[in-house]
């Protein structure tokens, strides 16, 4: 699995968000995108899921380029922002309602990926109860229950505790370690450290590769 962003430049009202950036990721690598609120870090990875469509340039995933050969990429699991849940639905219910659309995984499955994220204690609550924390669990779990190829988390352990962190880093290590591609967006730059592979500096819309 291979994503080749291109020259990829994008504006919002004039105001450039991303300026002509070039970058490659590869399988079974944890890639690490820090940078301030605002960076355009976001941004890049909406592009990259096809939420959004560039100015110029192109995004290329195993030689299909998002927005022309499909719209988005086939095996992909992903935390933009602040995860939504129909409110009335238990954590399991929404995962399985997710999880009907390509039905390729079953009940067992979804229960995993709910008591790997650490949500076995909460399963009879409805999503509206739910703390900060418990939501970007749900979030998380939806990303990683059909062990997709690409894993793109953009600040995932916001809300979460110290247990929950050492539980997502095991998480994205074992993907990883399946050969998953995986990008973590953070402004935490010690979280980075220690998860990531390469990592990746967004400033005022530019990339630059730290180490």
Do not use: W
């Amino acid at each position: 699995m291979n994503i080749s962003v291109q020259n990829v430049s994008k504006k919002i009202k004039n105001n450039e968000i991303l300026k002509n950036i070039s970058v490659e990721f590869e399988s079974g690598n944890i890639y690490g995108i820090r940078g301030k609120n605002g960076s355009g870090k976001t941004m890049l990875i909406k592009a990259i899921c096809g939420l959004i469509k560039t100015d110029e340039g192109r995004i290329i995933v195993d030689g299909k380029v998002i927005g022309k050969d499909m719209d988005f990429p086939e095996s992909i699991g992903v935390l933009i922002e602040n995860p939504g849940f129909p409110g009335g639905l238990k954590a399991f219910d929404n995962l399985k309602v997710i999880a009907s659309i390509k039905n390729k995984i079953t009940d067992k499955d979804i229960e995993e990926a709910l008591i790997k994220v650490g949500l076995e204690r909460d399963l009879e609550k409805r999503y509206r109860q739910y703390s900060l924390g418990m939501r970007q669990k749900l979030g998380i779990a939806a990303a990683i229950m059909e062990h997709p190829d690409i894993i793109l988390l953009d600040e995932p352990t916001n809300g979460l505790d110290d247990e929950s962190v050492m539980k997502l880093q095991n998480i994205l290590k074992t993907e990883r370690d399946k050969g998953a591609l995986i990008i973590v967006v953070s402004h935490d730059f010690e979280e980075l450290e220690i998860l990531s592979n390469e990592i990746y500096q967004m400033k005022e819309g530019c990339l630059e590769k730290l180490h």
